[in-house]
T-cell receptor, first 112, second 117 residues
Framework: DTAVSQTPKYLVTQMGNDKSIKCEQN?????MYWYKQDSKKFLKIMFS???????INETVPNRFSPKSPDKAHLNLHINSLELGDSAVYFC???????????FGSGTRLTVV | AQKITQTQPGMFVQEKEAVTLDCTYD???????LFWYKQPSSGEMIFLIY??????QNATEGRYSLNFQKARKSANLVISASQLGDSAMYFC??????????????FGIGTKLQVIP
């Protein structure tokens, strides 16, 4: 069983479209995250939820909206996609401070 | 200022040799944590090792050890007996603050390690 699963793995879409990426973790972790990895491999946090409550909201365009229906799920909806949104988006979860994150396999988003 | 600095964009190491990947950090919080992650060409992110700011001993996990020098604010990763499968991007990361139930982790720009047969 995959600990943190993201779907879809690849997403190719046109500018202006709206798309969602789903994330689920079966580890019982309390905290989940979305990170964006750009073409230079730089990882930047976007959002974090703890027990369904938004606790970190970095400087991200409001076209990006996270939703956490329960603590095992954290979805990312993106409106009006732009070319600059092309990146790999990673979902992650953690429990406690010494165990690091468990990452999903990433979603490669390509906006054309 | 950069929170996490990795000054080696790329490194080569001979198989079976040891290699050190450099990481320095910047924080004014007394309580923080340092991590290393591996990202192979397949793209997944793999947690390797963790060091807490109050830990007295350097962390070790198998062939990985973290050379923690608090006064110098460095947290270098040492990989002993390199294997071909160690070829990957390696990211240093820092969690800041005593954040209770959550943590904000900042990543460095990574070092690409290539192991030569």
């Amino acid at each position: 069983d995959t600990a943190v699963s993201q779907t879809p793995k690849y997403l190719v879409t046109q500018m202006g479209n709206d798309k969602s990426i789903k994330c689920e973790q079966n580890l019982g972790h309390d905290t989940m995250y979305w990170y964006k990895q750009d073409s230079k491999k730089f990882l930047k946090i976007m959002f974090s939820y703890n027990n369904k409550e938004l606790i970190i909201n970095e400087t991200v365009p409001n076209r990006f909206s996270p939703k956490s229906p329960d603590k095992a799920h954290l979805n990312l909806h993106i409106n009006s996609l732009e070319l600059g949104d092309s990146a790999v988006y990673f979902c992650a979860s953690s429990q406690g401070q010494a165990h690091g994150y468990t990452f999903g396999s990433g979603t490669r988003l390509t906006v054309v | 200022a950069q929170k996490i600095t990795q000054t080696q964009p790329g490194m080569f190491v001979q198989e079976k040799e040891a290699v050190t990947l450099d990481c320095t950090y910047d924080t004014s919080d007394p309580s923080y944590g340092l991590f290393w992650y591996k990202q192979p060409s397949s793209g997944e992110m793999i947690f390797l090792i963790y060091q807490g700011s109050y830990d007295q001993q350097n962390a070790t996990e198998g062939r990985y050890s973290l050379n923690f020098q608090k006064a110098r604010k460095s947290a270098n990763l040492v990989i002993s007996a390199s294997q071909l499968g160690d070829s990957a991007m390696y990211f240093c990361a820092m969690r800041e603050g005593n954040s209770g139930g959550y943590q904000k982790v900042t990543f460095g720009i990574g070092t690409k390690l290539q192991v030569i047969p």
